[in-house]
């Protein structure tokens, strides 16, 4: 991927550089023929063209940083005790932030902390509400140790790297797009089209190279955790993303909807859980396996990873207790999300009131 990624910038800094010589003997060739100037004047143009495309490319895009409760180890000792031990099977530096996301989240690298008002860099593993409410303590383990395995492999730093000229190109896309009327001109084909080739080209090998990440990092949570957790994790995982009427957004609008709304927003999705039929459950589960595979995803589908996972042999964990309980205060955490979905699902609610009554005025 490396190699990918510093492939393309050379060839047009080449390229440039080639235009560039080719008007310049042109134009020392001491032959007042306007058809060799204009040839020289097209080739420093086209150069120009292609280190301009260069130099948005490789302009560095800025994130917001994520937003979520954040836990420190001495409010979660168990939480973080637990991360410790397979980061220690790991050989890997634990990370010492935990951030939680209100829906369906595992993620783990370097971001900007928001925290107590000030925002500081942090190495931070994100996990999601839905998630833990979902695993029990071992299946939990094996979403921590999967993304662990990430940060083992320096999945989290070749990665960002590779996604940002991944979103690089996207954008430089989006800026030369022929097909607006503003930049329908030759300079914007011919910026457009070389670029648009190898963005291809890279998107394809970059999504086989996240999902073989993907399956090293199942193989390693499998290996530690259990090959029987590590599916019960994927297939619960996989099965609540194809229930809508679990998505956290959903749930965030039905609560905001009622007139009295309830104190936790997550005590309507354990009721909705409660409520769903076997039969429900079941056809989430199949609708999750028969997803098929394409070569334009960033993760391999279900049934691809159940396959590779059968290989693996080794000890489960011990533990099904909840995961929640892992956490100290765990309702606290409920109320303080469910407060800000609530508060974010009003205050959209408001604005839409809003633009409805400026539409009804016209």
Avoid at 246 to 270: C, G, M
Avoid at 334 to 351: D, I, N, T, V, Y
Wanted: net charge positive.
């Amino acid at each position: 991927m490396a190699l990918l990624v510093v492939a393309y910038p050379p060839f047009i800094l080449t390229l440039a550089a080639g235009l560039l010589g080719l008007a310049w003997k042109l134009v020392t060739l001491r032959l007042a023929i306007l058809y060799l100037w204009g040839t020289a004047l097209f080739a420093v143009l086209l150069a120009l063209a292609l280190l301009c495309s260069l130099a948005l490319l490789l302009w560095r895009l800025r994130h917001e940083p994520p937003a979520g409760i954040v836990l420190r180890p001495q409010n979660n000792p168990a939480v973080f005790e637990l991360i410790r031990r397979i980061a220690r099977r790991l050989r890997v530096e634990p990370p010492g932030v935990v951030l939680i996301q209100p829906g369906q989240a595992a993620a783990i690298g370097c971001f900007d902390v928001s925290d107590a008002g000030q925002k500081t860099r942090e190495h931070v593993l994100m996990l999601g509400v839905l998630d833990i409410l979902n695993a029990s303590a071992a299946e939990l383990a094996a979403i921590i140790c999967h993304e662990l395995a990430h940060a083992a492999a320096w999945d989290t730093w070749v990665s960002r790297g590779v996604f940002r000229f991944y979103m690089a190109m996207g954008a430089a896309l989006c800026v030369h797009d022929p097909d607006d009327d503003k930049n329908g001109s030759l300079l914007a084909w011919t910026v457009h089209l070389p670029l648009l080739g190898y963005f291809y080209l890279f998107t394809l090998l970059y999504l086989n190279d996240c999902r073989e990440r993907e399956w090293r990092a199942d193989r390693v949570a499998a290996q530690i955790c259990g090959p029987q957790h590590t599916r019960d994790m994927l297939r619960k995982t996989h099965r609540l993303a194809k229930l809508p009427e679990l998505a956290i957004e959903r749930l965030a609008a039905d609560a905001a909807a009622r007139d009295n709304p309830p104190e936790s927003v997550y005590d309507l999705f354990r009721e909705r859980c409660a409520s769903l039929s076997p039969k429900r459950w079941d056809a989430a589960e199949n609708e999750a396996f028969m997803e098929p595979r394409t070569i334009w995803s960033t993760h391999p589908n279900l049934a691809d990873r159940f396959q590779r996972l059968a290989t693996v042999s080794a000890s489960e964990l011990p533990s099904q207790r909840p995961a929640c309980e892992l956490f100290l205060d765990w309702k606290r955490i409920e109320r303080e999300m469910s407060a800000r979905l609530l508060a974010a699902e009003q205050a959209r609610q408001r604005q839409f009131d809003r633009e409805l009554d400026r539409i009804l005025r016209r």
